[in-house]
């Protein structure tokens, strides 16, 4: 076997790696931010230390060729088109069948919408299937009284395990079969993966279907109201109610004791102890954590105003939120693509924006804090839930625009508006590059144009729909796999890992790609796992004189299986926060479904490919 040394730049880009997915962890920095210094620092760093790979300069330019990668156009291109079909209400039919079926059938009805799933994010992004069906689930549970959990959850489940059948199911796809591509290893099609993935993921969904929901317990939907998510919330004392002059123990027994007082506030800073004989003027802010119904019911008993009171809600004309008729509570899901994230809700003036009233803020990566802040100075994140008051038509306002998601299935979904056209651009994406007559980068981008033409999208969809974190996430990994490569590290780190395998058979050392895979993509970007993946396990394979492909495979699939924590794929996060799941939900029914794949894969790679 070849003997291999690194070099300094292998040694620096192993360390950059390293700490570029610690990063990609960290909530606190932007993913766009960490991706860009990745970028930066190698862009930097190889043209002030020029390397040569065989008497060829590494120029720092090749690190940027990733702007115009075809899988990333071919990504964005995909991303766009299920835009369409978000907006579009294209897909609406089968939801509503299988919500129909739902009241006389709901086992049978469960399988068919995890199938419907299964098979529509093989060819849409998984993201617009999610979005499209949380409002249809909030409905059935209401209507239906069945717990969410034993639906919702396997729902996004069987959606991520749909999209690892063709290679445009999912950008980790697109990106390891791109990655194959480009190294001259093989160019596969886009159903090559198709059989391997229905093998094992078929299996995989009569497990979500027969066993994840009595895995997990029931969690009682936000909106039933019997359990729902506690808001942190503002009460403001006014000049006119209760609570002006009274003392807290005097507020507090007109709320029966129910109302917990985490903190007073007055004027900017000054905080006022929490003392019985305190005495509230007008203006104090009394910051309390509790249920939507138990917020509207306080603000009531003690005459107190509940929203925030921001910049945005100051400039806001009142009969602009409340001369509308009658008033509505829903509450809003913050997603990664939403004016909301990373964001407080003074900072975007949320109330002028939208003719909305904030009451609350629930935090979905602190629900056990127990000190609250004041709501509308939070910074936001991709899973918390804002609470709002408005009109009907405010609220639809927010829903036809596609910048955030409601999650309240009161409010009807979207009419389908070209919803036709948008199917048949679909289709005609996906059939033309299916039968080989030109690439499905071209056929996608072709489509977005068709979409524009045909009305289905506006520049301004397209824009709202191009996830930028996304971007550049896969520029910085193609560029770290760039550079694994060319100073020849990820051919290092492949013999180790044959070395360290020592005389095993090659399936079991495929079996290790494919657990080792399964593992990063739940604590890191599934996208750069599989990028630095991909190279080291052709390597690997080229090692062992095996036939790379499957090797591949094991990367791809792996990088898919992003079940076990609600951070581990951006669906699990709508979940998370729409279903009232907890982090060990996820640990529950991930956990299982990995190890049921994982064998699954074990078996038939080796057996499919004759190794």
């Known amino acids: 076997m070849q003997t291999l040394s690194p070099d300094a730049h292998g040694i620096a880009v192993v360390i950059l790696i390293v700490t570029a997915l610690y990063l990609f962890t960290r909530d606190r920095l932007p993913l766009e931010s960490s991706s860009l210094a990745v970028i930066i620092l190698l862009i930097a760093g190889f043209h002030l230390f020029p390397y040569e790979d065989d008497g060829v300069l590494v120029t720092p330019a090749q690190f940027l060729l990733g702007f115009g990668n075809e899988a990333l156009i071919t990504i964005c291109s995909l991303i766009v088109i299920g835009r369409a079909l ?44 999610v979005v499209l069906m949380i409002p249809i689930l909030v409905g059935i549970a209401l209507r239906t009284k069945l717990p969410a959990s034993g639906f919702m959850m396997p729902m996004g489940l069987a959606t991520i395990m749909g999209g690892m059948s063709t290679t445009i199911g999912t950008s980790t796809n697109l990106l390891v079969v791109g990655i194959t591509r480009d190294l001259g290893v093989a160019d596969i099609a886009m159903f090559d993966i198709t059989i391997p993935a229905l093998l094992v993921g078929g299996v995989g969904l009569i497990f979500v279907w027969l066993f994840v929901p009595r895995l997990l317990p029931d969690r009682t939907m936000p909106m ?94 009142s009969e602009k939120l409340h001369g509308e008729g009658e008033q509505y509570l829903a509450e809003i899901v913050v997603t990664g693509d939403s004016p909301l994230h990373r964001r407080t809700l003074s900072e975007v003036s949320f109330g002028a924006s939208y003719g909305l009233i904030p009451l609350a803020v629930h935090r979905v990566r602190a629900p056990g804090l127990k000190q609250a802040t004041d709501p509308g100075s939070v910074r936001l994140h991709a899973g918390d839930v804002v609470l709002v008051q408005g009109a009907r038509s405010a609220l639809d306002a927010v829903k036809n625009e596609a910048k955030m998601l409601l999650a309240d299935g009161t409010i009807e979904l979207p009419r389908a508006h070209r919803a036709k056209r948008a199917l048949l651009v679909l289709f005609m994406v996906i059939g033309i590059a299916a039968a080989g007559l030109i690439p499905i980068s071209i056929s996608a981008l072709i489509g977005v144009g068709l979409l524009i033409a045909l009305g289905c999208l506006s520049w301004t969809d397209v824009g709202r729909s191009l996830p930028i974190a996304v971007i550049m996430l896969i520029v910085a990994s193609l560029a770290m796999g760039k550079a694994l490569v060319a100073t020849g590290m990820a051919e290092f780190i492949a013999v180790g890992l044959v070395r360290a395998a020592g005389d095993l058979p090659t399936p079991v050392i495929l079996s290790a790609f494919i657990l080792i895979m399964a593992v990063l993509t739940n604590l890191v970007s599934n996208n750069a796992a599989a990028v630095i993946g991909t190279p080291i396990a052709i390597a690997a394979a080229h090692q062992l004189g095996a036939e790379p492909l499957p090797f591949v495979l094991a990367v791809l699939f792996g990088a898919n299986m992003s079940f076990a924590t609600p951070f581990g794929y951006q669906t699990n996060l709508l979940i998370l926060s729409t279903g009232g799941y907890r982090f060990a939900d996820f640990l529950r029914a991930g956990v299982p479904l990995i190890l049921i794949l994982w064998i699954g894969f074990s078996i038939v790679l080796p057996l499919w490919y004759g190794i």
């Open 224 to 317: 039933t109201g019997t359990r729902p998510r506690l808001f942190d919330a503002q009460l403001t004392v006014r000049e006119d109610g209760f609570a002006a002059g009274k003392s807290l123990k005097e507020i507090l027994e007109r709320t029966d004791h129910e109302m917990r007082v985490e903190q007073i506030r007055r004027g900017d800073s000054l905080l006022v102890a929490r003392l019985p004989s305190a005495i509230m003027q007008p203006g104090d802010r009394l910051i309390v954590r509790d249920t939507p119904d138990n917020l509207k019911r306080f603000e009531r008993s003690i005459g107190a105003t509940l929203h925030q009171v921001t910049e945005g809600m100051e400039t806001v004309d």
């Open 86 to 129: 978000e907006t579009t209400g294209a897909l609406q039919p089968v939801a509503r069948f299988v919500g129909n079926l739902w009241l006389k059938r709901p086992k049978t009805a469960l399988f068919f919408m995890l199938l419907a799933v299964f098979v529509l994010s093989a060819f849409v992004n998984d993201t617009p299937i």
